[in-house]
């Protein structure tokens, strides 16, 4: 009895063993590199691009601004102890409006060039996840992973052939 149940046990582990490699076997799997997407792709530098034209001016205003602001700082370290109560504090004035105008400026700056980055990147990653499904769909990928592979061969690494449809995607506005 103990013979039969083992020869039932042992032929079910290699039927079910026979028809797990039966379906890899069919299972198509694709990986992809997502950050190398999201950093090679042309809507990545278009997106950069927009925003060095939007922000770039404004970013070099307040770098200007803030080598103003260091002069001033160190004319008030050098000439300081020269000059008539008046004058140092007329400087000090001076030095604190516009330490106050430079960082509103500049924490105005920051978020509004979060918020348009957040959006043009946003458009950025719905083109590659756009492309990862129909580098998927036309080459019937059963399944892509994205995340978290810790190998994978050039075989199932399917980034190049993603990254190429992003460059035959239309820019889309950009």
């Known amino acids: 009895m103990k013979r039969f149940i083992t020869a039932i046990v042992v032929s079910t582990a290699i039927f079910l ?23 090679q792709s042309p809507q990545k530098a278009a997106a950069d691009k927009a925003l060095e034209d939007r922000f770039g001016s404004r970013a070099n205003d307040l770098r200007a601004e803030g080598e103003v602001l260091k ?5 008030y370290e050098t000439d300081g102890p020269t000059m008539s109560a008046a004058q140092k504090a007329e400087l000090e004035r ?24 957040n959006e043009e990147y946003g458009k ?7 492309a990862i499904v129909k580098v998927s769909e036309d080459g019937k990928y059963d399944l892509v992973l ?5 190998y994978a061969s050039q075989r199932v ?11 035959s995607m239309p820019s889309q506005g950009r």
């Open 124 to 130: 950025v990653q719905r083109d590659v996840l756009q």
């Open 94 to 117: 001076e030095l604190r409006e516009r330490g106050r105008e430079l960082k509103r400026a500049q924490d105005n700056f920051r978020d509004d060039l979060n918020f348009a980055r």
């Open 17 to 39: 063993a026979g028809i797990q490699t039966t379906l890899a076997a069919d299972l198509m799997i694709g990986v992809v590199n997502v950050p190398k997407l999201l950093e």
């Open 157 to 167: 690494d399917i980034t190049d052939k993603v990254l190429q449809q992003l460059r």
């Open 71 to 75: 002069k001033l700082e160190e004319r």
């Open 146 to 150: 994205t995340e978290n592979v810790v």
